[in-house]
């Protein structure tokens, strides 16, 4: 199965900072990664898709990147509502698998 | 609108049958892909498979021997079976739509509530 590493595990930033969250994969996906926030009580919530392109809704201040195996999702001014845990799938292959996740705070 | 919504018993036996439904409307089973992710508290999600618009399915390898996934379109309803249940089974259970057919268009855009599924004695 295809390993995504993502780090940090947790952080905490300050409002209106640009955020950097990066998953690595264990193998080539080319671009198949997604992002999805997750808020406690809530189900989670799709941000990127195809590595860079914005899911529907999602505000302009979030992007996805890639460098080789990889991937960044960046917040350019954070806000209170960015609070959670975000996480990254990829689904190049079967199994389809998520990262760990990185949980972020607001300091 | 689109929504999706899981029922099923929120507490299993150990080495019993979990089943649950997934109830859809506002867009069709033959035309959308719907796919089961659990997560167990605290540990990140873990896709478990898929019921393809089509009508084909896949699995996770680490949970095929145990998953069954089915449908019935009139009723647009996708089914989880998976049996031998443990401890570690324990967690919320999501369906979860595909927004699209295309690979490079390819992301879980709609999800249900989640229902949570303890296994305990």
């Known amino acids: 199965d295809i390993q995504l590493t993502q780090s940090p595990s947790s952080m905490s930033a300050s409002l209106g900072d640009r955020v950097s969250l990066t998953c690595q994969s264990s193998q080539g996906i080319g671009n198949y990664l997604s992002w999805y926030q997750h808020k406690p009580g809530k189900p989670p919530k799709p941000m990127i898709y195809y590595a860079t392109n914005l899911a529907d809704g999602v505000p302009s201040r979030f992007s996805g990147s890639r460098s080789g195996s990889d991937y960044s999702l960046t917040i350019s001014s954070l806000e209170s509502e960015d609070t959670a845990i975000y996480y990254c799938?990829?689904?190049?292959?079967?199994?389809?698998?998520f990262g760990s996740g990185t949980k972020l705070e607001i300091k | 609108q689109v929504q999706l919504k899981e029922s099923g018993p929120g507490l299993v036996q150990p080495s019993e049958t979990l089943s649950l439904t997934c109830t859809v409307s506002?867009?069709?089973?033959?035309?959308?892909?719907v796919s089961w992710v659990r997560q167990p508290s605290g540990k990140g999600p873990e896709w478990m498979g898929r019921?393809?618009?089509?009508?084909?399915?896949a699995y996770n390898s680490a949970l095929k021997s145990r998953l069954s996934i089915s449908r019935d379109t009139s009723k647009n309803q996708v089914f989880l079976k998976m049996n031998s249940l443990q401890t570690d089974d324990t967690g919320t259970y999501y369906c979860?739509?595909?927004?699209?057919?295309?690979?490079?268009?390819?992301?879980?855009?709609?999800w249900g509530q989640g229902v949570m599924v303890t296994v305990s004695s």
């Open positions: 019921m393809w618009y089509d009508g084909d399915t």
């Open positions: 506002g867009f069709s089973l033959t035309s959308y892909s």
């Open positions: 799938l990829q689904y190049d292959e079967y199994p389809l698998t």
């Open positions: 979860t739509r595909d927004q699209s057919i295309l690979r490079i268009e390819e992301l879980f855009d709609y």
